[in-house]
Each structure stands twice: as structure tokens, then as C-alpha cells.
């Protein structure tokens, strides 16, 4: 338990509807008490009298200037019925940012002190409330920006990693169990164990949550698609139809895009981020050439490209210039390109030539102005981004350094297996079992070091 009350304000900062201010710690109830009023008569209270798990209406009252700052709800949690074990205490009040950080400054002079990022979630964690991915998926929570993501942070509150890693780490203790008994006790009765069939399974188990992690990022992290092409191929549009509102502007004057635009959609749960380009073409005004630039740019640094196509007109100089441009791109980076074959409520004229520039890409067919076809690409773009993780059944919530904690423990599971069939002494197996068990114990929390923990929790924001 923490000697200290910290404060801070729990919701965004900003105009909202309400704003929470949030005190953890002995003197939670006290510091309420002595700026809380009840009622309309608004009496003070002692801080006895606010009984837990109750919502008391009142009002915050600044006693040096017996000013009123706000109407407020309070509720007390007492320990161990609260966030994070201590006496808590919430205050809602009003949500424009003076009437919260009036109320939090308030607090800051009755004794809190203001909390740093995270502390709320690593009090939770040092009193035994959640373990450490716990801590963790709270943060993607507060972050989750699609409801899917949401689903998997607030599975992954129910322990679901543990859970998951905790046969691996069972056959990795029982393994080194009986390789430190084998080294340390070599006269003594072992009983008869063979470490192989337990190192494998071990590696099963690390190399699907690994693979479920990989996913999982992706409904966190999301993925950048570029739409590129030549300038009034209907890259603008294709946005829009995507968005399904007007965001660009669309014109049949070639180069109305200048910039890159982006947009966040939901491609069936996974955060897309969509980047309309300025078309690619052979322009000699010093604003479409910087715009162009940007376009080259937001392909290289996109992890899946649209390269968009006019069906209805015969490609162009351009169209091939970006076609070299994206061979180039997929050269260097991965084979990730989706062709549209735009305007297809239109004759088709290029339609069979266009096929032949990535014969091996997904092509589709559609209209951005009618919207025919546009369902197809979204099953495209879906499809290509899981394969970005690999093939997955189940994501996994995971933060990147969990993923890497994983699978830093898949390879020194292999190391140990490949160490036992080399017939290396155990001593020397042990030591790959034992750095593979200290990898899976800094994503549930045991073996974790300090500097781990301190970041975690500066990722937070402050009050949660
Ligand atoms: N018939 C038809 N016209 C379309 C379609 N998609 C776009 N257009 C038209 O094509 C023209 C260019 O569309 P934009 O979306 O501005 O094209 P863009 O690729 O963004 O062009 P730049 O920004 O100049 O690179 C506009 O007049 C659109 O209305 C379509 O599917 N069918
Ligand atoms: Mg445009």
C-alpha cells in the first residue's frame, strides 16, 4: 500500500459532457470531505459519512473562498472494493475543462498529489489487483480505437494471456526442475523425464500465441493503405466511397489533389488508415511536384498499396510510371499491391491490359461513383491485411513488447531444443529453459524488472 493520495483527471481534457477527477490513496475520503457539500442545503459531511459504493449529490466548494465550483456526483470506494485496492474516491462534475481542473487543483491543495501517467493502473498492479498484461490491455483500452479492438482489450482484462501462456510456462519450470536436479544432483535417483517432448510442446504453445500476437497488433496498430495512381483515375473518389462521406474533392480536372489525406475507417474491426494521393504524372508545377513527392512517400511507408486504374480509358505514360514506381516499392519492401480497375460503369477499354502490369495482385473491379464492386475491394483489402500477420485464427491482444518478450521465448525454447540434440551438457540446456521462462514471466509480470514496469506505465495517461 502507497503512503500517499494521488489525484488527476481521469477523462480527456477538453469540452465533454462530464469530467471524472479521480483520488486514490488514505486520505482519498478526507480530501473529498473537505470540499464536498451535500444536498441542496450543501452541509458539509464527514468523510465517515460517505459510505462506500454510494453516489452522493452535492456540490465542490472552495472553503477559503466559500465559492461554489461546480455540481458534482461522489462516490467513495473503500478498499478492497475499488481500482485499485485503496480508498478511492471519483468526483463528477460538469466536463469543461475549468470545473475539472478547478476541482483537481482544489484536491492538489488539500493534500493529493498529482498522479504521473499510469499510477492509478500500477497501483492496481502493485496491490495485487491485476497482473501485468492486465495493466496493459487497460492501456489499450483507454486507446482501443475500433470496437473489435475494444473486444480484444477487454478480453485480454479477464487474463486471457496469462491463460494462454500458462501451460508453456508449466512444461518450461517442470523441465528446468528436472534439468537443475539432473546438473545439481547427479548421484541422486531422478526420476526418469524426457525434456524433448516437454520443449516442444512449450514451443507450440509460444509459437501460436506469437503468431495470435502478430494479429493482434493489427487490430491495435491498424494498417496504412495508399491509393495511388495517375492524376483522374478517381483516387479521390474511391476515398469517399470508402469513408462513405465526401471527404476530398473531386474534380475531372487532373491534379486536384495536392496532398496526402488521411482517413481512419474500420475494415471489418481492423483500423485502416487510408491515404488519398496526389495522382503521379509528369507535372511541371512546383506544387503537384511536391504533392507527387508525399504520394511516392505514403506508398513506401504504406504497408498495403491500391494503385489505382481508369478501366475506361487506354493506360497512359503515367500509369506506367507508376507501375515502375510500385514495382520498385514492392522490390524493396514485400509483395502487398491490391489493382482497382475504376470506372467500371463505363465501357471497358483497359481492362485486359491492366490485368497484365500484376498479373499475381488481387484486381477488382468497380465504380466509385456507383459504389458496384466496392464491397469486393473491402473483402480484398481484408484479406490482404491478416496476411500481413500470417494465418491466424484467434488475434491476440498483445503490446509490442509483450510480442517481443514471446517471442524471445520461442527462440530460446529453440535454442534449448536444439542445444539437447546436439547433446550438449544440461547444465547448458538450462540455461536457454531458464532465459525462455524470464521472457514468459515479463509478459505476466513474474521476474519483472523494474525498468519494465517504468515503461508500462509512462505510456499511460495521466488519471488512468
Ligand atoms: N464514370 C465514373 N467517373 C468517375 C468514377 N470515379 C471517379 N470518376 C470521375 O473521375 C474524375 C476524377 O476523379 P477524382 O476522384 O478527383 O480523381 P483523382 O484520382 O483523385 O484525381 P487527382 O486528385 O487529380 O489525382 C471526376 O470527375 C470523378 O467524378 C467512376 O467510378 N465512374
Ligand atoms: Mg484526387
Same mark, same amino acid.
Given at each position: 500500500m502507497f503512503a500517499d493520495t494521488i489525484a488527476a483527471v481521469s477523462t480527456s481534457l477538453g469540452e465533454s459532457a462530464i469530467g471524472v477527477v479521480r483520488l486514490s490513496g488514505p486520505d482519498a475520503p478526507e480530501i473529498a470531505a473537505a470540499c464536498f457539500r451535500h444536498g441542496r442545503k450543501l452541509r458539509a459531511r464527514p468523510a465517515a459519512a460517505l459510505t462506500s459504493h454510494r453516489v452522493f449529490y452535492g456540490a465542490i466548494v472552495d472553503a477559503d473562498s466559500s465559492s461554489v465550483i461546480d455540481e458534482v456526483l461522489l462516490v467513495?470506494?473503500?478498499?478492497?472494493?475499488?481500482y485499485t485496492r485503496e480508498e478511492v474516491v471519483e468526483i463528477s462534475c460538469h466536463g469543461g475543462p475549468a470545473a475539472v481542473q478547478q476541482i483537481l487543483a482544489l484536491c492538489l491543495r488539500l493534500g493529493a498529489r498529482l498522479a504521473t501517467p499510469g499510477e492509478f493502473t500500477l497501483r492496481a498492479f502493485a496491490n495485487g489487483?491485476? /497482473?501485468?498484461?492486465?495493466?496493459e490491455a487497460v492501456a489499450a483500452i483507454v486507446s482501443a480505437r475500433t470496437s473489435s479492438s475494444l473486444d480484444l482489450a477487454v478480453s485480454e482484462l479477464r487474463g486471457r494471456m496469462r491463460q494462454r501462456l500458462q501451460p508453456a510456462r508449466d512444461l518450461l519450470v517442470e523441465t528446468l526442475a528436472y534439468l537443475d536436479a539432473a546438473a545439481d544432483f547427479p548421484d541422486d535417483e531422478i526420476p526418469p523425464f524426457d525434456p524433448r517432448p516437454a520443449l516442444n510442446a512449450a514451443q507450440t504453445v509460444l509459437d501460436e500465441v506469437a503468431q495470435s500476437g502478430r494479429a493482434g497488433r493489427l487490430y491495435q496498430d491498424g494498417v496504412r493503405i495508399a491509393l495511388v495512381g495517375r492524376p483522374n483515375v478517381g483516387k479521390s473518389?474511391?476515398?469517399?466511397?470508402?469513408?462513405?462521406?465526401?471527404?476530398?474533392?473531386?474534380?475531372?480536372?487532373?491534379?486536384?489533389t495536392r496532398d496526402v489525406i488521411s482517413e481512419t475507417i474500420s475494415l471489418r474491426g481492423i483500423p485502416a488508415t487510408l491515404l488519398d494521393t496526389a495522382g503521379i504524372g509528369d507535372s511541371s508545377d512546383v506544387?503537384?511536384?511536391?504533392?507527387?513527392?508525399?504520394?511516392?512517400q505514403a506508398a513506401r511507408a504504406s504497408a498495403l498499396v491500391v494503385l489505382v486504374l481508369d478501366?475506361?480509358?487506354?493506360?497512359?505514360?503515367?500509369?506506367?510510371?507508376?507501375?515502375?514506381?510500385?514495382?520498385?516499392?514492392?522490390?524493396?519492401?514485400?509483395? /502487398?499491391?491490391?489493382?482497382?480497375?475504376n470506372k467500371s460503369d463505363l465501357p471497358d477499354i483497359a481492362g485486359q491490359a491492366a490485368r497484365h502490369l500484376f498479373p499475381e495482385a488481387p484486381c477488382v473491379e468497380l465504380s466509385a461513383v456507383s459504389g458496384h464492386g466496392l464491397s469486393a475491394l473491402e473483402d480484398a483489402l481484408y484479406t490482404a491485411a491478416l496476411g500481413l500477420a500470417g494465418?491466424?485464427?484467434?488475434?491476440?491482444?498483445?503490446?509490442?513488447?509483450?510480442l517481443n518478450a514471446i517471442q524471445?521465448?520461442?527462440?530460446?525454447?529453440?535454442?534449448?531444443?536444439?542445444?539437447?540434440?546436439?547433446?550438449?551438457?544440461?547444465?547448458?540446456?538450462?540455461? /536457454?529453459?531458464?532465459?525462455?521462462?524470464?521472457a514468459v514471466g515479463e509478459v505476466t509480470g513474474e521476474n519483472v524488472s523494474e525498468a519494465v514496469l517504468d515503461e508500462?506505465?509512462?505510456?499511460?495517461?495521466?488519471?488512468?
Open positions: 467513495r470506494m473503500a478498499p478492497p472494493r475499488s489487483r491485476i /497482473d501485468l498484461a492486465q495493466a473518389s474511391l476515398l469517399n466511397a470508402l469513408l462513405r462521406f465526401e471527404r476530398a474533392i473531386v474534380t475531372p480536372i487532373a491534379g486536384t506544387i503537384e511536384q511536391l504533392g507527387i513527392d508525399r504520394s511516392r478501366r475506361s480509358m487506354a493506360l497512359t505514360a503515367d500509369d506506367a510510371r507508376v507501375a515502375d514506381l510500385l514495382r520498385e516499392r514492392r522490390d524493396s519492401v514485400g509483395n /502487398d499491391i491490391i489493382v482497382v480497375l494465418e491466424v485464427a484467434e488475434p491476440q491482444l498483445v503490446t509490442e513488447r509483450q524471445r521465448a520461442a527462440a530460446a525454447v529453440a535454442a534449448g531444443r536444439a542445444a539437447l540434440d546436439d547433446g550438449l551438457p544440461l547444465d547448458l540446456v538450462a540455461v /536457454d529453459v531458464r532465459d525462455a521462462l524470464m508500462i506505465f509512462r505510456r499511460f495517461c495521466i488519471g488512468k
